[in-house]
């Protein structure tokens, strides 16, 4: 009879058992750091989703360029790509700038000729809570408020200068 050499195992119990820890600490990690579905609601009342309709003003625009600016594009925040709304009226006028005059000690403001203005009106699906309008979800819109947008063949830093809020359909 012959004896046979004992196989000798690759793992033996104490490798499996800090296996096993390092993979649970390693789930515990991923699941901590992962946003939650069931993130916990704001202190006040839910959102309560509806529709706002807020104006924009972008200034600079090179001539010629606030006239691509159309009814019924859709417009996104630039950095994040979140849909800001579509585009329900638009106004195109001469970029005005403030200046001294010197020998009439007064302020005046002058159209100048190389840049426009472009004032949008925007309809877009917003969230209200106590102190905030969201657009996109997660955009606040206030009256000041500087926003990047793109559209279809322009952009421009685009700043909020009026609010209707309510049920509009």
């Not at 390693?26 to 529709?51: H, Q």
């Amino acid at each position: 009879m012959e004896n046979k050499p004992k196989k000798k195992s690759i793992f033996n119990i104490f490798d499996i058992a800090l296996i096993l820890i390092a993979a649970a600490l390693a789930l515990v990690v991923f699941i901590s750091r992962s946003p939650s579905k069931n993130a916990p609601a704001p202190e006040t009342d839910e959102p309560v989703p509806g529709m706002v309709s807020y104006t924009v003003e972008i200034t600079g625009m090179q001539n010629g360029t606030a006239h691509l600016v159309s009814v019924g594009d859709k417009l996104v925040e630039r950095s994040h790509k979140w849909d800001m709304g579509t585009v329900t009226a638009v106004e195109v006028v001469p970029t005005a700038r403030r200046t001294f005059n010197e020998y009439t000690m007064e302020y005046s403001d002058v159209d100048t000729e190389l840049t426009e203005t472009a004032i949008i009106t925007i309809l877009a699906s917003c969230t209200e809570d106590a102190g905030n309008i969201n657009v996109a979800g997660n955009q606040p819109i206030k009256v000041g408020t500087s926003i990047r947008m793109n559209g279809p063949g322009y952009y421009g830093a685009a700043t909020v200068i009026g609010i209707e809020r309510g049920s509009l359909k």
